[in-house]
């Protein structure tokens, strides 16, 4: 569990003014699935939206990113530059730090693991398999965000309040919620192995 508590996790999350994930229900009767009432129209992807790079580890949430730009290797390895290495040196002054990224092309471009290997004096950087089950942890805290801001009224009519509603979420998530994800690692990884890298309830 020690070893967790160094770790800082990172993952980009892309939130939409409007959720669609094509789970919308209608009950309707024989001959009725045409009328107006039993069909609900579709917004153009999701009517816009922000993503956010974010990371967290046991001891501190990290401040967001907004990106408004699609990230290649270039904005990533800014990003890496000005956010995470001082997160890293505050939160892991000894140099202990484990940071934790998946294998998306641009975290895996030549110029951004030459950065990284220019500061393993500074913290490590984690392998993390290819093809690997999700385990980040911060898969459910995106969940966690996702449920609160749907449940606002009225919904976001625009990406400023999407984006301010997102940053006061999630500067709000209670440590305890966190904490417990990062102290629930031993057990995915147990489960993870002993479903031999298949399905898990995580």
């Given at each position: 569990m020690g070893e967790w508590k160094r770790v800082?996790?990172?993952?980009?999350?892309?939130?939409?003014?409007h959720h669609v994930d094509?789970?919308?229900r209608v009950r309707r009767l024989p001959g009725e699935q045409l009328l107006p009432s039993c069909t609900a129209g579709h917004t153009q992807a999701g009517g816009g939206g922000i993503m956010l790079w974010?990371?967290?580890s046991w001891a501190v949430l990290r401040l967001v990113v907004v990106v408004e730009q699609t990230i290649k290797a270039a904005n990533y390895l800014n990003i890496i530059a000005d956010q995470l290495h001082p997160y890293m040196a505050f939160v892991f002054p000894t140099g202990n730090g484990i940071?934790?990224?998946d294998n998306a092309p641009y975290h895996k471009a030549r110029i951004v693991l030459g950065w990284f290997e220019e500061h393993t004096d500074e913290f490590h950087l984690m392998s993390w398999r290819l093809n690997s089950p999700d385990l980040n942890p911060m898969e459910h805290i995106w969940d966690v965000m996702e449920l609160q801001l749907r449940a606002q009224a009225p919904p976001c009519p625009n990406i400023s309040t999407l984006r301010d509603h997102c940053l006061d979420i999630w500067y709000n998530l209670s440590p305890v919620m966190y904490q417990k994800l990062v102290?629930?690692?031993?057990?995915?990884?147990a489960t993870v192995l002993k479903a031999k890298g298949g399905a898990t309830r995580y």
């Open positions: 800082a996790w990172l993952e980009e999350y892309r939130f939409l003014i094509g789970r919308i974010r990371t967290f940071f934790q990224q102290a629930s690692m031993p057990r995915r990884v």
